[in-house]
């Protein structure tokens, strides 16, 4: 009898025990989910080069937005155009924005880097600038036309030199590859000195060096200069150098990249560059 009596008894606290944790499961369980959904999730970082002005501002003008879509943006500035693809390449930055598309393709040819176009944003027409001449038509024979020492600018610089009737470049070549060799006529007869880095040419111009200089937007605006109000002529708003963000292959189908133009692309942002350049930036759709 008293066996039967303690079978039963531990039968019942058994029971009772394996109720009791059942219940703290449960419970610990329900804890677990709940501080779950209370945590949101982390957003994601994205970690982007860019030149000072425009790129830098037009990307801390988004920044907000896309922390609302759960992407941070850790965004890092450059003086000089070779160092944002070396980092981009090594793995130190995963996007980068400054540079217009025959620049990327040319550092491709001359580098190897596996990047791609992930989508254009905006265009910088680039301008002439001269301390001495008022108007193109004021450049005397034999003057000297500073421009940048990088090839990948000169296609666009002779274009616009051309577009505007100072010089003539050879018939069914890429003007977007043109290079001071491929200038047919140049009834003036300048000079063309590109042995200057792009981010010295403003101090070229301030030290009044040369007779004309050849500076793109980016450098201009952020050295003070308004491109419309100072340039003697500018790139028509055609353009087809539209400046561009690259990341290595592949990851053009990141969420956070598609984020990234979606944004930038947006009506807030496009209304924000125009009513902060007035046209010496320009967006695109």
Not at 163 to 169: D, H, R, T, Y
């Amino acid at each position: 009898m008293k066996k039967l009596l303690a079978g039963l008894l531990l039968s019942v606290l058994v029971l009772a025990l394996a109720a009791c944790g059942a219940g703290n499961k449960d419970e610990a369980g329900s804890g677990d989910k709940t501080e779950g959904s209370a945590d949101t999730a982390e957003n994601v970082t994205l970690k982007i080069g860019a030149s000072n002005t425009p790129h830098a501002v037009i990307l801390e003008k988004a920044k907000p937005i896309l922390a609302k879509e759960g992407i941070d943006l850790d965004i890092q500035t450059y003086q000089d155009y070779v160092l944002p693809n070396q980092d981009l390449d090594s793995g130190e930055i995963e996007a980068n924005y400054f540079q217009h598309i025959p620049y990327l393709e040319q550092q491709i040819k001359d580098n190897g880097y596996d990047f791609v176009n992930a989508g254009g944003v905006h265009i910088e027409p680039i301008g002439i600038y001269s301390k001495k001449y008022k108007s193109l038509e004021e450049l005397p024979k034999g003057a000297t036309i500073l421009l940048s020492n990088s090839v990948a600018d000169h296609g666009r610089m002779l274009s616009l030199l051309e577009a505007k009737g100072l010089i003539k470049l050879k018939d069914g070549i890429d003007k977007t590859a043109a290079e001071i060799k491929d200038i047919v006529e140049n009834p003036k007869d300048f000079k063309f000195d590109a042995n200057t880095a792009p981010e010295l040419l403003v101090q070229m111009f301030e030290n009044e060096e040369g007779d004309a200089v050849l500076i793109n937007s980016n450098y201009a605006i952020d050295n003070g200069l308004n491109p419309i109000e100072d340039a003697i002529e500018l790139e028509d708003k055609e353009s087809p150098y539209v400046n561009i963000i690259a990341v290595r292959a592949g990851d053009e189908n990141k969420p956070e990249i598609k984020k990234l133009l979606e944004v930038l692309k947006s009506k807030e942002i496009q209304d924000f560059i125009v009513k902060e350049w007035k046209g010496s930036v320009v967006p695109v759709k």
